[in-house]
């Protein structure tokens, strides 16, 4: 199989409850060039046997990377030869999850203060499986939240071979603080993330946390290799569309929402056949007419109607009548 080659300038985040199959296959026809991350996948899930519905998706979403969550070399060992089966292009091991039950696996940000254990893994990864591999952390965590011990992470992963760190520019507190609140109330340190690719500057570094426009976005390339967002982009899904054009030098013309509506739905009628309820993927769209007239009537229909049983695309046919038509030079998609 030939890989997609893999450009993380811009990717959109792993996030549990958001980023699926049917997410990701509404954000591919948004952006043809940002890299899509999976929801954290715990290893130990696929290694007990769960791998086809928590591994399967769409060739058209590619390139995609897995963000797996565990702590046994083993059992990743056994994701990364899954990952690679079913056709991933990249391995993600989350170093940031501060949420309790993923502490209680003795994995994502408790994680930091094990560099010796994340290298064990990265290793274990590497040796069954070719693709590339990566880590998303944060810039520390609890009172382990200096320079130096972050550098001593990155430096300790990267010569196990991981040659690409996403970072969460936010601590996390990993008691006191729900999984939400490490999202926001910890300050925001760019400077953190900045400051690791002019010290390692062969490894790659992605910068992640609070971007909300294309041109923070672009603000920060000139300092990092990549950047990662995560709430913007799945709540209002319309700035990918312009992601291509802005920061791929894509030259074909930017979709129009409509337009990217109506080649979603065949993938929607499909998956209606296959058993899949309507309200499975009309919740990633409900954010997509966002600022534009008609955008609460938009929510709300789709909300209210796509959730009844037997919902078909008519739904999305009615709600599309609610928002106002964008004066579109060039309604071309595809
Ligand atoms: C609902 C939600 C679920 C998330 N799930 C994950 C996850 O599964 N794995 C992970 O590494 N980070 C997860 N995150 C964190 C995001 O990947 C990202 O690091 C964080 O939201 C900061 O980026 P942002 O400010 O652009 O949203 C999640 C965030 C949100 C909002």
Known sequence: MTRALINRRLSVAPMMGCTDRHARYFLRLCSRHALLYTEMVPAQAVWH????????YSSEESPVAIQFGGSD?????YCARMAEV???????LNVGCPSERVQAGRFGACLMAEPGLVAELITAIRQSSALPVTVKTRIGIDQQDDYAALAEFVECVANAGCGTFIVHARKAWLKGLSPKENRTRPPLRYDRVQRLKRDFPELEIVLNGGLRTLEQAEEQLAAVDGVMLGREAYQNPYLLAMVDAQLFDDPRPVPTRHGL??????????Q??????????????????????GARAWRSHLSARGARSG????VIEQALRLVSREVESAAVFG
């Open 261 to 270: 509506v109506q080649a979603y739905l065949p993938y929607i009628e499909c």
């Open 73 to 77: 070399p083993v059992q990743l060992a």
């Open 86 to 92: 079913y056709g991933y292009d990249e391995i993600n």
């Open 272 to 293: 209606l056949a296959a058993g899949v309820r309507l309200s499975r993927m009309t919740r990633h769209l409900l954010g997509l007419y966002q600022g534009m007239p």
């Open 311 to 314: 919902a078909g695309v008519e």
């Open 49 to 56: 046997g769960r791998s086809e519905r928590l591994l399967a």
